[in-house]
C-alpha cells in the first residue's frame, strides 16, 4: 500500500477578495503547474501551523488560517497525497519565491484560466462555483 502524506493548502485572500496563486519552478514535481501554497505537515503539527510556516518559509508572508475549505486526496502515482484546504487572510510581507517561478494575485472567476495541478482542481472548480 502507498503511503499517504498529509499536505495543507492556503486559500490566501487579499483585501480586494482576489486568491493567491502560484506555479511550481522547473525540477519539482508538477513543475509549470499552478497551485494553492502550501507544503507537507510534519509530525504532531495542525495544518494551520503548517500553512503559517510554509507561508513564512516559502514566500516570506504572514497569512492567518481562518477556516477549513475541504479535503482532496489524490493519487499521483508513486505516492498519494491528501490535500487539506483552509481559507486564510493575508497579513503582511513582500512576496519572494522560493519552490515557486511565478505568483499571482487572481479573481476567482479567472481560476479556471490556469492549469492546475491535479490535487488542486476540486478546489479551483469550488472556488469557482461561489464566484
Not at 519552478?25 to 494553492?36: D, I, L, T, V
Not at 500553512?51 to 479535503?71: T, V
Request: charged share 30%; net charge negative.
Amino acid at each position: 500500500m502507498k503511503r499517504m502524506i498529509e499536505v495543507a493548502a492556503a486559500i490566501i485572500e487579499n483585501e480586494q477578495g482576489q486568491i493567491l496563486i502560484a506555479r511550481r519552478r522547473n525540477g519539482k514535481s508538477q513543475a509549470g503547474m499552478w497551485e494553492f501554497p502550501g507544503g507537507k505537515i510534519e509530525t504532531d503539527e495542525t495544518p494551520e501551523a503548517c500553512l503559517i510556516r510554509e507561508l513564512r518559509e516559502e514566500m516570506g508572508i504572514k497569512i492567518e488560517p481562518y477556516a477549513w475549505f475541504g479535503d482532496n486526496e489524490h493519487d499521483y502515482g508513486t505516492v498519494r497525497i491528501k490535500l487539506i484546504a483552509y481559507l486564510a487572510k493575508y497579513s503582511h510581507g513582500e512576496i519572494r519565491l522560493v519552490d515557486h517561478d511565478e505568483y499571482r494575485w487572481t479573481n476567482r472567476e479567472e481560476l479556471g484560466e490556469y492549469e492546475w495541478a491535479p490535487a488542486d482542481v476540486p478546489f479551483v472548480v469550488q472556488l469557482s462555483e461561489k464566484s
